[in-house]
């Protein structure tokens, strides 16, 4: 059956206005709001129905508004508790004592063939395929503690000789079980059907200490039956990429897949970066991946696409996700009503606790909003918003052509591939997030897990989640003690037009005195390393903002240096530039990985000042700006 999902209008254009110049003519439409009616027999809390799994690294990250009612609902949704652990006992293992679980594999249906061979893989989740990359001499480059700790691995597994050549798949890893996904998705909004893992391969899952489970995937291992004509394979600028920034993302605080460990093959990969037909040989590398899951919105979209025969299997996926990943939906009460109005015309309620399905996916929705909202605040471009790139767990997940925002500029895109129409832009993730997530309401549809009414309901809550977690978050940025609309809206105007560094203005806003009697030719004194080249019409811009500004900071009772520490905990110094990246590879590609390694230990600190290392939150170089550095294609 297949079941037409709406998605409302007034939930499009969830770019809030300031994204834009003054002189924009896009359209604004505010997430339009619910009135909820919650029946319950247990008391209520305040806690936020998308929390996400893992705990984020910083204390940056912002509190979620819990304006809404359906907030209540997580402690029905989400009180899930895994037994007692004995913090004091540290477990370390070796590689060998890994506890592998390998549930993907053993509950799910597989391909009976084991080649690589591409082809069209049907009435199958995953395909077994063996690592196939050829080393030589592979080399470990950089490793993360913290991931490692996830995995109770013992640290001084690092230093064994065969690390490499287990955690490149050149030598069999015990006891795992490797396998690529098969998953389908949309590619600048059109359905391109089946893509799959084409040069990634998950080793399995593992069971730590606390009964966590983890799946540890190879990036660049080899070929796959979803490979298509390409040779699954890694090369190190994307590799050192994507370490880089999974690590980075962790410790400012939003969910993200982790990464491992990244390894050099030895041997060397063409690659044609800019499509151009001028391929080269760059060196090759492996990133070992770690996720709670791998799953996509892609994973799902390819069965409902297969038509009758293959919906069962998005049942099965459905079901296998809720009871490993979301096992709060299975337990929760029955005797509770959880049931919102939906606002229709013919009043209807959905009730959350008559479907689990439904209940899934307007979590998936609000965790999806959360992220974006995340992304939006640190000016985090992902670049390649595809359903296929986009985690069930509300996980950044795929680093390829991603970029942060240096120069402020809502149409920013460091995605070659996405300039004609820049669909992935920065200003356009909020809208791309709600059209994936009705994309995966679709699915779930088609597959007759909810109906519209309950499809239409999780992307309102998209729409409520992302403007709450954005509001907050932009006023925790600003040492708001509440939203002001005017104020933020004129600000990020202003940063457009002069183009203004936007994590540097921000972290200097905090050395603001809220002192209404602070001269004219003193107010924006500040802010002068990030106002630059300003004529005096823009000066005189920048002074009324400030002037307002101050006015509203000075109105609460919270002290300057009390401002300044609460801001400059959610406003990092130090991101990810894409011009610091380059120079990490550049010097990568000659055998020098002491770059990389500096990058690891100031992204671990984002938040702190770090002295000695300022000159990495230096605005970038004029070389910063060349394609290949502040802008990359899909195959970087």
């Not at 893989?121 to 001499?137: G, I, N, Q, T």
């Not at 080899?222 to 590799?239: E, I, K, N, Q, W």
């Not at 029955?334 to 009730?351: A, I």
């Not at 591939?417 to 088609?446: E, H, M």
């Amino acid at each position: 059956m297949l079941l037409r999902v709406c998605c409302p209008s007034s939930l499009f254009n969830l770019r809030p206005l300031h994204l834009f110049s003054s002189t924009s003519k896009l359209p604004f439409c505010p997430s339009f709001r619910r009135q909820f009616r919650l029946t319950r027999s247990s008391s209520s809390s305040s806690s936020s129905f998308g929390r996400m799994d893992s705990s984020p690294a910083s204390s940056s990250s912002p509190t979620p508004v819990t304006d809404s009612s359906a907030d209540s609902l997580a402690k029905d949704l989400q009180n899930q508790t895994l037994g007692a652990v004995d913090e004091g006992v540290k477990v370390k293992r070796k590689l060998e004592d890994f506890n592998w679980d390998h549930s993907f594999v053993k509950e799910l249906p597989g391909d009976p063939r084991t080649d690589v061979i591409s082809r069209e893989v049907l009435h199958a989740c995953y395909s077994k395929v063996s690592p196939s990359v050829e080393v030589d001499d592979p080399q470990l480059v950089a490793w993360s503690d913290s991931v490692a700790e996830l995995l109770d691995l013992d640290p001084k597994e690092f230093e064994r000789p065969d690390f490499p050549l287990m955690l490149s798949g050149a030598k069999p890893l015990p006891g795992a079980m490797p396998y690529a996904q098969c998953y389908g998705g949309h590619q600048f909004g059109m359905w391109a059907g089946q893509l799959g893992d084409g040069r990634a391969l998950t080793l399995g899952e593992v069971l730590n200490s606390k009964d966590e489970r983890w799946e540890l995937q190879l990036k660049g291992a080899g070929r796959t039956p979803y490979s298509r004509f390409a040779d699954g394979l890694a090369v190190l600028r994307s590799s050192i990429r994507e370490f880089l920034c999974s690590e980075s993302m962790h410790c400012l605080g939003i969910p993200t897949t982790r990464a491992l460990c990244l390894l050099t093959t030895g041997q060397d990969v063409t690659r044609d970066m800019f499509y151009d037909g001028n391929p080269k040989e760059e060196p090759g590398a492996i990133v070992c991946r770690v996720s709670q899951s791998f799953l996509r919105f892609g994973s799902y979209q390819i069965h409902a696409s297969r038509g009758k025969e293959d919906l069962d299997i998005v049942r099965k996926l459905a079901d296998y996700a809720i009871r490993h990943h979301f096992p709060h939906i299975e337990s929760m009460d029955r005797s509770d009503s959880l049931s919102f109005k939906t606002g229709d015309e013919d009043d209807s309620v959905v009730d959350l606790t008559s479907n689990k399905y439904a209940a899934w996916i307007v979590e998936i929705a609000e965790r999806t909003a959360t992220l974006v909202a995340r992304w939006q605040g640190v000016g985090f471009t992902h670049g390649v918003l595809n359903t296929d790139n986009m985690s069930i767990l509300g996980q950044t997940i795929d680093y390829g052509p991603f970029g942060f925002l240096d120069a402020f500029d809502p149409s920013y895109t460091p995605n070659t591939t996405d300039l004609p129409g820049r669909r992935y832009c920065f200003a356009n993730q909020p809208d791309i997030g709600l059209w994936n997530i009705a994309q995966f309401s679709k699915t779930l549809a088609v597959a007759q897990l909810i109906n519209q009414k309950e499809a239409n309901y999780a992307m309102e809550r998209y729409g409520d989640k992302f403007m709450d977690e954005y509001q907050a978050i932009m006023s925790k940025k600003l040492g708001l003690s509440k939203y002001n609309k005017e104020v933020i809206s004129k600000l990020l105007n202003n940063m457009s037009v002069d183009k203004v560094d936007y994590t540097n203005f921000f972290r200097l806003l905090a050395n603001v005195k809220a002192n209404p009697n602070t001269p004219e030719n003193e107010l924006l004194k500040p802010l002068k390393a990030v106002l630059l080249d300003i004529g005096k019409e823009r000066k005189e811009a920048w002074i009324k903002w400030m002037r307002s500004y101050i006015q509203e900071v000075g109105g609460s009772e919270v002290s300057d240096e009390e401002r300044k520490a609460r801001m400059d905990s959610v406003n990092p110094k130090y991101i990810l530039r894409n011009y610091l990246c380059q120079s990490a590879i550049d010097a990568a590609e000659q055998g020098d990985f002491s770059e990389v390694i500096n990058l690891i230990r100031l992204m671990k600190r984002p938040y702190e000042e770090q002295p000695g290392m300022e000159k990495y939150a230096r605005l970038p170089p004029a070389w910063a700006y060349r394609p290949g550095v502040c802008m990359l294609s899909c195959s970087s």
